[in-house]
């Protein structure tokens, strides 16, 4: 999917330890078995994330017939009437749940303790078994708690294969990597999407999300694929260890995590509402038929797959800075498009507005691990995550709000996305630029 990196790094899948040069100021990086983006390794985390996305955002796809199945719909002009319970409902649920991934901060930091490989398959497996009985649910506000339980295993899971993957790959290839998790956690998220669209009549909200059996039951396959990388072998090899999750607030750390923690809660309070709405706004306000939405996702996830490869290009030969700046405009922007009241320009805005996200993904997902060293590194991917949580449910919260005052969905996403934006922009301007340089060379 992407190209291979220069002849030089041809030999990066050996499995013979690499060692890089000294970096900027003559600092040296450890010998290092360093793997391409495309390793057996790397993909098998990749797949991983795949699993998580599945599971993750079945809650989202199916919201409308979730609406439509506890609720009661009737006809009217209110949202209640029309998706079978009320926008503020619909908003604290989703925000419940979004909040429950509050859980993952101390989940994906116990991977700085214990290692990358056991906390990936373990919360994997711990999160599609909760989703999966999620569909047991006897009423609306028991599928939110079930699903919120396994909501924060799947969020670290998703966390800690980012880390994993950029931590097995050199500067050449961790936008790649980085790129190949987003593309594996899409792809599962939008097959959701996709197998609610076709087969709504068929499976209802409670057979989609038994669907989540599957890919638990092929999780085992992936273990011996799935490896510890070197940078945290090295790491924990040593004496001292920081305190997981609290250790990656020491003073060192503390000014870059409160930026990147200020940079997530901006990015989610778009992306939350923005991909939580849209298709109980598509089903239940616009009464977009099932296969035209299927169509909608697989064009978006088409857009997303190109979105990555730009976007890794543009991380490693541009900066990180740049195109995570290119890709939240572009979120803010189209994300206020979809919302705008007509079939044309919620198609646009949404597969333009994945395009932007996945532009987004490789050069956040770089820039966040690289601006951390190891020791706390899968720590502070839980911060982002918990950040990115808080950000998420008060844009649920407050879209759901404004939206139900008149049904002014678009109203909600201008007054919520676009300053957001602007703030993710101007918050890039406190971080330093981290494209070819490894994080040794910036934590030596």
Same mark, same amino acid.
């Given at each position: 999917? #992407?190209?291979?990196?220069?002849?030089s790094?041809?030999?990066?899948s050996?499995?013979?330890?690499?060692v890089?040069?000294?970096?900027?100021?003559?600092?040296p990086? /450890?010998?290092l078995?360093?793997?391409?983006?495309d390793d057996?390794?790397v993909?098998?985390?990749a797949?991983?994330?795949l699993a998580?996305?599945?599971?993750?955002f079945?809650?989202v796809?199916? =919201?409308?017939? *979730?609406?439509k199945? !506890?609720?009661?719909?009737?006809?009217g002009?209110?949202?209640?009437?029309?998706a079978? =319970?009320?926008?503020?409902a619909l908003g604290?649920?989703?925000a419940? &749940?979004?909040?429950?991934?509050?859980? %993952?901060?101390?989940?994906?930091?116990?991977?700085?303790? !214990?290692?990358?490989?056991?906390?990936?398959?373990?919360?994997?497996?711990?999160?599609?078994?909760?989703t999966?009985?999620?569909?047991l649910?006897?009423?609306?506000?028991w599928?939110?708690?079930?699903?919120?339980f396994?909501?924060?295993?799947?969020?670290? $899971?998703?966390?800690?294969?980012? *880390?994993?993957?950029?931590?097995?790959t050199?500067?050449?290839?961790?936008?790649?990597a980085?790129?190949?998790i987003?593309?594996?956690y899409?792809?599962?998220?939008? @097959?959701?999407?996709?197998l609610?669209?076709?087969?709504?009549?068929?499976?209802?909200?409670?057979g989609?999300?038994?669907l989540?059996?599957?890919?638990?039951?092929?999780?085992?396959?992936?273990?011996?694929?799935?490896?510890?990388?070197?940078?945290?072998? &090295?790491?924990a090899?040593?004496?001292d260890?920081p305190?997981?999750?609290?250790g990656?607030?020491?003073?060192?750390?503390?000014?870059?995590?409160?930026?990147?923690?200020?940079?997530?809660?901006?990015?989610?309070?778009? $992306?939350?509402p923005?991909?939580?709405?849209?298709?109980l706004?598509?089903?239940? +306000?616009?009464?977009?038929?099932?296969?035209?939405? %299927?169509?909608? *996702?697989?064009?978006?996830?088409?857009?997303?797959?190109?979105?990555?490869v730009?976007?890794? #290009?543009?991380?490693?030969?541009?900066?990180?800075r740049?195109?995570?700046?290119i890709?939240?405009v572009?979120?803010?922007c189209?994300?206020?498009?979809?919302?705008?009241?007509?079939t044309a320009?919620?198609?646009?805005?949404? &597969?333009f507005?994945?395009? %932007?996200?996945?532009?987004?993904?490789?050069?956040?997902?770089?820039l966040?691990?690289?601006l951390?060293?190891?020791?706390?590194?899968?720590?502070?991917?839980? #911060?982002?995550?918990?950040?990115?949580?808080i950000?998420a449910?008060?844009?649920?919260?407050?879209?759901? %709000? +404004?939206?139900?005052?008149g049904n002014?969905?678009? =109203?909600?996403a @201008?007054?919520?996305f676009? /300053?957001?934006?602007?703030?993710?922009? =101007?918050?890039l301007c406190?971080?330093?630029?981290?494209?070819?340089r490894?994080?040794e060379?910036? #934590? /030596?």
């Amino acid at each position: 999917m #992407w190209p291979h990196c220069c002849a030089s790094h041809e030999q990066m899948s050996d499995p013979t330890p690499q060692v890089s040069s000294s970096g900027d100021g003559g600092v040296p990086v /450890p010998a290092l078995r360093l793997l391409r983006w495309d390793d057996p390794a790397v993909v098998a985390v990749a797949l991983v994330a795949l699993a998580s996305g599945f599971g993750q955002f079945g809650a989202v796809a199916a =919201l409308g017939d *979730v609406a439509k199945g !506890f609720g009661q719909v009737r006809h009217g002009a209110t949202i209640a009437d029309q998706a079978g =319970l009320s926008g503020t409902a619909l908003g604290i649920g989703l925000a419940i &749940i979004r909040l429950a991934s509050l859980g %993952a901060l101390p989940i994906a930091g116990l991977a700085d303790r !214990f290692g990358r490989r056991a906390l990936l398959l373990g919360s994997a497996a711990g999160g599609l078994a909760l989703t999966a009985g999620a569909s047991l649910s006897p009423s609306y506000w028991w599928f939110i708690a079930i699903f919120a339980f396994g909501r924060p295993l799947l969020s670290a $899971t998703n966390a800690v294969a980012e *880390v994993s993957a950029a931590e097995q790959t050199g500067t050449d290839n961790r936008a790649k990597a980085v790129a190949l998790i987003a593309a594996g956690y899409g792809v599962g998220a939008g @097959l959701t999407a996709v197998l609610h669209g076709l087969f709504l009549g068929v499976l209802g909200f409670r057979g989609l999300f038994a669907l989540a059996l599957i890919p638990l039951v092929l999780l085992p396959a992936l273990r011996r694929r799935v490896t510890e990388p070197d940078r945290f072998e &090295i790491e924990a090899a040593k004496t001292d260890h920081p305190l997981p999750v609290l250790g990656a607030v020491g003073p060192e750390f503390r000014r870059r995590l409160a930026i990147m923690a200020a940079m997530a809660f901006s990015v989610s309070l778009i $992306t939350g509402p923005a991909t939580s709405f849209v298709f109980l706004y598509a089903q239940n +306000i616009l009464r977009v038929p099932g296969y035209t939405t %299927a169509a909608m *996702v697989v064009g978006a996830g088409l857009a997303g797959l190109g979105g990555l490869v730009l976007g890794q #290009w543009l991380a490693d030969h541009r900066g990180r800075r740049p195109t995570v700046t290119i890709g939240i405009v572009g979120i803010g922007c189209f994300g206020f498009l979809s919302y705008t009241g007509s079939t044309a320009a919620l198609l646009c805005g949404y &597969i333009f507005g994945v395009l %932007a996200g996945s532009v987004l993904a490789p050069g956040i997902g770089s820039l966040l691990n690289e601006l951390f060293p190891t020791s706390v590194r899968s720590s502070v991917s839980g #911060w982002w995550v918990a950040a990115g949580v808080i950000g998420a449910a008060a844009g649920l919260i407050a879209f759901g %709000a +404004i939206a139900d005052v008149g049904n002014e969905f678009g =109203l909600a996403a @201008l007054i919520i996305f676009l /300053p957001a934006s602007a703030a993710v922009a =101007l918050l890039l301007c406190l971080v330093p630029e981290t494209r070819g340089r490894e994080p040794e060379q910036l #934590w /030596p």
